[in-house]
């Protein structure tokens, strides 16, 4: 395990210190965990659940199972037999175990990344290539191809032609891929769409994962909720060796997750608090001198001035605003910083006060 890379976010603590002395204290825009209550219906369902005693399934419940696939046919167009659906205590373990599930010896994810893409290839060790084409791969042997959109950290999003393209690219070589849509139902000004989406996979889902969150949804980060569709054989093999290692979701969560699920008013009200904060945070942005690229999806505004990236994490720590790097996701990032939209509305128009 010697390979694994330092844990770049032990690099941000001084600009940390530094936006903690702000006299109105620190608006951290630093990372993308969730501010906002959990919905009262998913902490009912939990409580509810507490007494169970016995261990729970690997494979999760069938209501759980049938509440994941009716959420992702009703808001999503795909369509998966419950029995295909596996949970994961949280989506971040399984990114970086899948590919030592699968014996990935290469594995591809973006340029632009989650670390955790990187760092799972390390623990198989396996060998990471960062690339946004697969033409530049050319006739190499490939395992595993990692694909998130929308993005994190550029909030980019894959459109139906270019994913197809990666799908039809993959399935010649008999390479899986694997789609992060964590951020799925947060588009804004494009509207992503699953790898299993008829028009990307032509109704066949063929040696493809979809992993999905509830973090970012429902906020239930601390529940460590999530789960991975898509190949019944692809998910049959990953359901046996979870079986054999013990990876066993809490049946209370299950229980959340079940309700979560099957719930979109919840969602519905989260989206309104994101887009309200967006609207008061990028043209602030903007304004102080700040370009935003991409970002027409998902949480976090991909910005620049220009500058390094580490100049900007400071000239904004010295206003009490912590951001981070984009060097952080890859080195095609060093010019530009993520701009999360997790704070509360009052920080977030504590920014917007202060970059004025």
């Not at 993308?32 to 261990?55: E, F, H, R």
């Not at 903007?286 to 990236?309: R, V």
Request: hydrophobic share 40%; net charge negative.
């Amino acid at each position: 395990m010697n390979n694994l890379p330092d844990f770049p976010w032990d690099r941000l603590e001084p600009y940390k210190q530094r936006a903690l002395a702000h006299p109105d204290g620190i608006v951290d825009l630093s990372v993308g965990t969730p501010v906002d209550p959990v919905p009262q219906i998913v902490q009912d369902a939990l409580i509810a659940s507490a007494n169970s005693p016995g261990y729970p399934l690997t494979h999760g419940t069938k209501e759980l199972r049938e509440a994941a696939a009716g959420w992702l046919e009703r808001r999503h167009g795909v369509t998966v037999d419950q029995r295909d659906v596996l949970p994961v205590i949280g989506t971040k373990e399984f990114v970086a175990w899948l590919p030592s599930y699968l014996g990935a010896r290469k594995v591809v994810f973006p340029e632009l990344a989650y670390p955790t893409y990187d760092v799972g290839a390390r623990l198989a060790g396996a060998t990471g290539i960062a690339s946004d084409s697969t033409l530049a791969l050319g006739p190499e042997r490939v395992d595993l191809i990692w694909v998130n959109s929308p993005g994190n950290p550029t909030g980019r999003v894959l459109p139906a032609e270019h994913l197809r393209k990666v799908v039809d690219w993959a399935r010649e070589r008999g390479a899986v891929v694997a789609s992060d849509e964590c951020y799925i139902e947060l588009g804004w000004e494009e509207r992503p769409v699953s790898i299993l989406h008829p028009d990307v996979c032509g109704g066949s889902h063929e040696g493809l994962l979809a992993v999905h969150s509830l973090s970012k949804r429902s906020n239930l980060a601390g529940y460590r909720a999530g789960f991975v569709t898509g190949d019944p054989a692809l998910v049959k093999r990953l359901l046996e060796i979870r079986k054999h290692a013990g990876m066993l979701m809490p049946k209370p969560v299950q229980a959340a997750m079940t309700v979560a699920f099957g719930d979109d008013e919840h969602a519905d009200r989260q989206r309104e608090r994101y887009a309200a904060r967006r609207e008061l945070l990028r043209p602030a942005l903007e304004k102080a001198g700040w370009t935003i690229d991409h970002s027409t999806a998902g949480l976090y505004f991909w910005a620049t001035n220009g500058q390094s990236a580490w100049d900007q994490v400071g000239k904004l720590s010295e206003i009490g605003i912590l951001v981070a790097p984009g060097e952080f996701y890859g080195s095609a990032g060093e010019r530009h910083i993520r701009v999360a939209l997790t704070a509360t509305d009052e920080r977030i128009a504590a920014a917007v006060r202060r970059l004025q």
